[in-house]
């Protein structure tokens, strides 16, 4: 019997694929059985306090090995999520990760107050401090240990439940925001959020994004989520889950033995939905030939 469970802190998961923020929508044909029996838990949407539109103009451009998205956080709103989606999602028998979006003090205090009227239903909180396609909060908290030490402060002053911050690859020092948000009571950090790319569109001699910049993920950053990974999950005691670029079990296996407990999957399920099926396949392979039974013995392997 090949065992894949991890605990990221005190939530078991059955698999250690993820879902990442902003890859799964709420429409009940996307929570089947049959496409999330391999998954061990779902990120939601980023939720902020109030509902909002997005940004303007283009939001997605594909390029050669990734793809750029600037989406602006559209969501409905903290109050819609707990009093009409929670309801909903609980029933589906998997793990939620409410993603709440770190615009102001305010506004982060009374999401987490909110979300405390649901947490039996809700597995974790992952803080995000790391969207870079917005202009207020956010990834301009993620970039200092200090600014995330303030955060994650706030939200432990309210919140009783498992904690993960979504750190951003823009952090000049990752390993002290790391740090930083261990000790201000985080429970597990999830390395990263997109890197800031941008496009051009040469036909019409503009950039294509009203932002200009955009996030950018999908395979190509792999090999640089992978070490941010390894300089991360040296640094903390905590769980690190590795986010960015995984698209095969290969990815996933050395996510894990570079120190990751789990692994968030974003891009690569547009490109195909059974993606997490497809990764565990292959990752029992590779245990089954090498007599490995449980996944989490190979965590921060290569290390040794």
């Known amino acids: 019997m090949l065992d894949l469970s991890v605990n990221i802190g005190s939530v078991p998961l059955r698999s250690p694929v ?8 709420y429409d009940e044909s996307l929570w089947r059985d049959d496409l999330l029996r391999h998954v061990g838990a779902v990120c939601s949407k980023a939720i902020t306090e109030s509902p909002k539109d997005g940004n303007p103009g283009h939001r997605i451009w594909e390029t050669p090995c990734g793809l750029l998205n600037s989406i602006g956080l559209q ?35 009374r999401m987490v107050e909110r979300l405390m009227e649901v947490a039996d239903c809700v597995a974790a909180i992952e803080l995000n401090v790391s969207c870079p396609n917005v202009d ?9 240990p200090v600014l995330t030490s303030q955060a994650v402060s706030m939200v432990r002053e309210v919140w009783r ?8 690859p823009q952090a ?30 040469v036909d019409g001699r503009k ?6 910049v955009a996030g950018f993920s999908g395979p ?31 990815d996933l296996l050395a996510m894990i033995m570079a120190g990751a407990t789990a692994i968030e999957l974003g891009t690569g399920m547009f490109r195909d939905i059974r993606l997490p099926e497809n990764i565990l396949r292959e990752v029992k392979a590779y245990m089954t030939e090498e007599k490995v039974e449980e996944l989490r013995s190979l965590v921060g392997v290569a290390k040794k």
Do not use: H
């Open 18 to 25: 993820i879902i990442a923020s902003g890859t799964w929508g």
């Open 75 to 109: 969501n409905t709103g903290i109050d819609d999520f707990v009093d009409e989606k929670v309801p909903k999602l609980k029933s589906y028998g998997v793990p939620i990760i409410a993603n709440v979006s770190m615009e102001d003090e305010r506004g982060l205090a």
């Open 136 to 144: 207020k909060g956010c990834m301009s908290w993620g970039v200092s």
């Open 161 to 168: 439940g498992p904690l993960w911050v979504k750190m951003t």
């Open 172 to 201: 000049p020092d990752p390993e002290g925001v790391a740090r930083a948000a261990e000790d201000s009571g985080a429970d597990a950090l999830v390395v990263a959020n997109t890197w800031l790319g941008m496009a051009i569109d």
């Open 207 to 212: 950039a294509v994004f009203d932002r200009v």
């Open 220 to 250: 190509a950053v792999f090999p640089m989520a992978l070490r941010l990974v390894w300089q991360v999950s040296s640094a903390v005691s905590i769980p690190v889950i590795g986010c960015g670029g995984v698209s095969s079990g290969r």
